[in-house]
């Protein structure tokens, strides 16, 4: 169910989206079933902003532009650590729930086909990662954008905490 990527020209970035799963529908009318489609939907620049939108439309093609209109408004930056995360971090949505581990240089995305795009639409290239509980692509992709806004780097917790953490 996944398209391929397509970079798109935007005033600010090149901001690419994928659809991650579409959604079909149906409500049984008079003359026969009418269907109507959802279309869940990532996009980013794989530079550390990323967004999740979801379209409904009463066919595809709309659904997934509802879907990409929506997402660039859900736009939110995230903190990266070269080209992984700073720190291990789990995400939570409804009954799911993502772990996501930094990884050593070379070693991609590990991750399910839900998790994948929004990690590496945020510009994120080594990561572990592991699902548990519902997986629902809805759900999973809302764990791990909860799970990218709560990475934060050492300097953003020094600011925070007001001291100087020393590294050993």
């Known amino acids: 169910m996944a398209r391929d990527y397509t970079p798109r020209v935007d005033d600010e970035s ?7 799963k579409v959604y ?3 409500t049984v009318v008079r003359g026969g079933r009418r269907f109507s489609f959802s279309a869940l939907v990532v996009v980013g620049d794989r530079s550390g902003s990323v ?6 439309a009463r066919e595809v093609p709309p659904a997934v532009e509802k879907g990409i209109k929506n997402a660039r408004k859900a736009m939110l930056k995230i903190q990266l650590k070269g080209t ?5 971090v789990i995400g939570r949505y409804g009954s799911s729930k993502v772990v996501m581990v930094p990884a050593s240089e070379g070693t991609g ?5 839900s998790v994948r795009p929004v ?5 994120v290239h080594d990561v572990l990662t592991k699902s548990y509980g519902s997986n629902s692509p809805k759900n999973l992709v809302k764990a791990a954008m909860d ?8 300097e953003m917790v020094e600011q925070l905490r007001g001291v100087k953490i020393h590294s050993s």
């Open 14 to 20: 090149v901001v690419e989206e994928q659809v991650v």
């Open 24 to 26: 079909r529908c149906a």
């Open 51 to 56: 967004g999740v939108g979801y379209g409904k």
């Open 84 to 88: 992984t995360i700073p720190h291990r």
């Open 109 to 113: 995305v590990i991750a399910g086909g």
């Open 119 to 123: 990690l590496e639409l945020a510009g």
């Open 147 to 154: 799970g990218l806004m709560q990475l934060r780097t050492k």
